[in-house]
């Protein structure tokens, strides 16, 4: 798009997953100039680590997640986007114009002025470290029996047969974990301290093998501590608050739920007022948070309903944002 270059603008986005991608595809066919800053080496996210078919993408029903963030990183090498791979932001001032950015990239810094600033960080798996504080927890570790990563189960489903299994969580992935486990031919202990909150379909699915046997459901449970056996693990089930059951498994996997990747914004005194609710950044319709100039996609700001469709359309949102509030 021709814009004069008065007009065209700079804009740091911090994360380089699908809504990252998104949004500095738009900003660059809306005629600006998109800096990507990513932790990672590579752009794609969290969609990297999920090799297998995302059934949820409109026009690729056959596609997984893998695939689908090569193409969406290909789409951005062959666009006017600029890419920091392995950079942070190690420094952000205010000034009449914006953002004065200091990134850093392999050990050197660069300098950026940028009007406006787009975070797209995502989430992180929360996993073992949630129980630290409880009984056995350090030879529970040491054991090597306990998986946090969500598809980490999916590596070599017949070595799960015969086996017995606990999935600690209530969630969707929680209820997929256990699916794929039962179906791989485990028992599985499906230990929910709330009552089940996944998908209506799944559920389902979940209830039918527990009829059959597959998966012991255990509600409103929580794992109070560990006991490591010779082989194997003893997990202390608390219904109520009182210690009412060992339960022996194989192996534990930790489906818990994710947090937003947030914190590193609280070393930035130009950000301690912004707008959170437990570290997810809070943003208007137009992805707008509270701190002039400063923006929040995917993820990070979608505690609720997070998906590949939902962050690629908050990068179009944001992106347009921008333009409008300039233009
Ligand atoms: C197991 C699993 C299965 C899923 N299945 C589906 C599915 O089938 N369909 C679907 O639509 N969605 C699915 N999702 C959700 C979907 O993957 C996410 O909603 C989407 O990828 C989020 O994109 P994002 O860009 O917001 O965040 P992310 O993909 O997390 O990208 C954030 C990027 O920011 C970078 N970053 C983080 N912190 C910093 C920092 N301080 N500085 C610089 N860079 C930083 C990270 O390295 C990363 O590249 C699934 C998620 C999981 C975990």
Same mark, same amino acid.
């Given at each position: 798009?021709?814009?004069?270059?008065?007009?065209?603008?700079?804009?740091?986005?911090?994360?380089?997953?699908?809504?990252?991608?998104?949004?500095?595809?738009?900003?660059?066919?809306?005629?600006?100039?998109?800096?990507?800053?990513?932790?990672?080496?590579?752009?794609?996210? /969290?969609?990297?680590?999920?090799?297998?078919?995302?059934?949820?993408?409109?026009?690729?029903?056959?596609?997984?997640?893998? &695939? #689908?963030?090569?193409?969406?990183?290909?789409?951005?090498?062959?666009?006017?986007?600029?890419?920091?791979?392995?950079?942070?932001?190690?420094?952000? &001032?205010?000034?009449?114009?914006?953002?004065?950015?200091?990134?850093?990239?392999?050990?050197?810094?660069?300098? +950026?002025?940028?009007?406006? #600033?787009?975070?797209?960080?995502?989430?992180?798996?929360?996993?073992?470290?949630?129980?630290?504080?409880?009984?056995?927890?350090?030879?529970?570790?040491?054991?090597?029996?306990?998986?946090?990563?969500?598809?980490?189960?999916?590596?070599?489903?017949?070595?799960?047969?015969?086996?017995?299994?606990?999935?600690?969580?209530?969630?969707?992935?929680?209820?997929?974990?256990?699916?794929?486990?039962?179906?791989?031919?485990?028992?599985?202990?499906?230990?929910?301290?709330?009552?089940?909150?996944?998908?209506?379909?799944?559920?389902? &699915?979940?209830?039918?093998?527990?009829?059959?046997?597959?998966?012991?459901?255990? &509600? /409103?449970?929580? +794992?109070?501590?560990?006991?490591?056996? /010779?082989?194997?693990?003893?997990?202390?089930?608390?219904?109520?608050?009182?210690?009412?059951?060992?339960?022996?498994?194989?192996?534990?996997?930790?489906?818990?739920?994710?947090?937003?990747?947030?914190?590193?914004?609280?070393?930035?005194?130009?950000?301690?007022?912004?707008?959170?609710?437990?570290?997810?950044?809070?943003?208007?319709?137009?992805?707008?948070?509270?701190?002039?100039?400063?923006?929040?996609?995917?993820?990070?700001?979608?505690?609720?309903?997070?998906?590949?469709?939902?962050?690629?359309?908050?990068?179009?949102?944001?992106?347009?944002?921008?333009?409008?509030?300039?233009?």
């Amino acid at each position: 798009m021709g814009k004069s270059l008065a007009m065209r603008m700079t804009v740091g986005i911090i994360g380089g997953g699908a809504a990252g991608m998104s949004c500095a595809l738009w900003l660059s066919q809306l005629g600006h100039q998109p800096v990507i800053i990513e932790r990672g080496g590579t752009l794609g996210g /969290q969609l990297l680590a999920i090799n297998r078919v995302n059934r949820w993408m409109l026009g690729f029903p056959d596609i997984t997640s893998v &695939e #689908l963030a090569h193409r969406f990183a290909d789409h951005i090498f062959h666009s006017a986007v600029t890419i920091h791979p392995n950079s942070v932001l190690a420094g952000v &001032e205010t000034c009449a114009d914006g953002y004065q950015l200091n990134i850093q990239s392999d050990g050197q810094n660069h300098r +950026l002025a940028a009007p406006a #600033l787009v975070v797209a960080t995502g989430v992180r798996v929360l996993g073992a470290e949630m129980f630290t504080d409880l009984p056995g927890f350090g030879s529970a570790q040491q054991s090597g029996l306990l998986g946090a990563y969500p598809l980490g189960h999916l590596d070599y489903p017949p070595y799960w047969e015969g086996q017995s299994i606990a999935v600690i969580g209530a969630g969707d992935n929680a209820h997929f974990t256990a699916k794929d486990l039962a179906l791989a031919g485990a028992h599985v202990h499906l230990v929910m301290r709330s009552q089940a909150k996944a998908q209506t379909q799944i559920r389902t &699915e979940i209830s039918l093998l527990s009829h059959e046997g597959r998966i012991t459901l255990h &509600e /409103q449970t929580v +794992l109070a501590g560990f006991k490591p056996e /010779q082989h194997g693990l003893c997990l202390a089930l608390s219904k109520d608050g009182k210690t009412s059951q060992w339960l022996r498994v194989d192996r534990v996997f930790f489906r818990i739920g994710f947090a937003a990747n947030s914190e590193f914004l609280t070393q930035f005194g130009v950000f301690s007022g912004l707008n959170q609710q437990a570290g997810y950044i809070i943003t208007d319709s137009a992805k707008r948070t509270n701190i002039p100039g400063l923006y929040a996609i995917g993820d990070v700001a979608n505690p609720k309903h997070p998906s590949v469709a939902a962050a690629l359309a908050d990068g179009a949102l944001a992106a347009q944002s921008i333009e409008k509030g300039t233009a």
